[in-house]
């Protein structure tokens, strides 16, 4: 059974910068490619980034391009989701998703994704 569990979110200024982790147990973040999804209050979930199983290849979202960067660490079995230049739009709740059937593709779509994290509470404050 493939758990995935994040961290690292909170309460951080305009401007600021966070650092999310999930990590996973049960299989190895080398298998399969994982992506961050977001959810803010009365909105729909929102496709932030992805990184392939082998971590050679990253996708973003249009929202987050430029200040955020995903990561993995393969010896950790942890994925990572630096972000930067924080603005209040990015408050929401982070999830951590992992695609395991086509590893070395990139997924924009959260239908794609059998494993999720429970999430983690990213707040932006102005």
């Known amino acids: 059974q493939v758990q995935l569990v994040e961290s690292g979110g909170g309460l951080v200024q305009t401007g600021g910068s966070l650092r999310l982790s999930c990590a996973a147990s049960?299989?190895?973040?080398?298998?399969?490619?994982t992506g961050w999804f977001r959810q803010a209050p009365g909105k729909e979930p929102e496709f932030v980034a992805t990184?392939?199983?082998?971590?050679?290849?990253?996708f973003y979202g249009e929202s987050v391009k430029g200040r955020f960067m995903i990561s993995k660490d393969n010896a950790k079995n942890t994925v990572y989701l630096q972000m930067y230049s924080l603005k209040p739009e990015d408050t929401a709740v982070y999830y951590c998703a992992g695609a395991p059937v086509f590893p070395h593709a990139l997924y924009d779509n959260r239908g794609t994704y059998e494993y999720w994290g429970q999430g983690t509470q990213v707040t932006v404050s102005s």
């Open positions: 049960g299989r190895t973040v080398s298998s399969f490619a």
């Open positions: 990184i392939t199983a082998s971590g050679v290849r990253t």
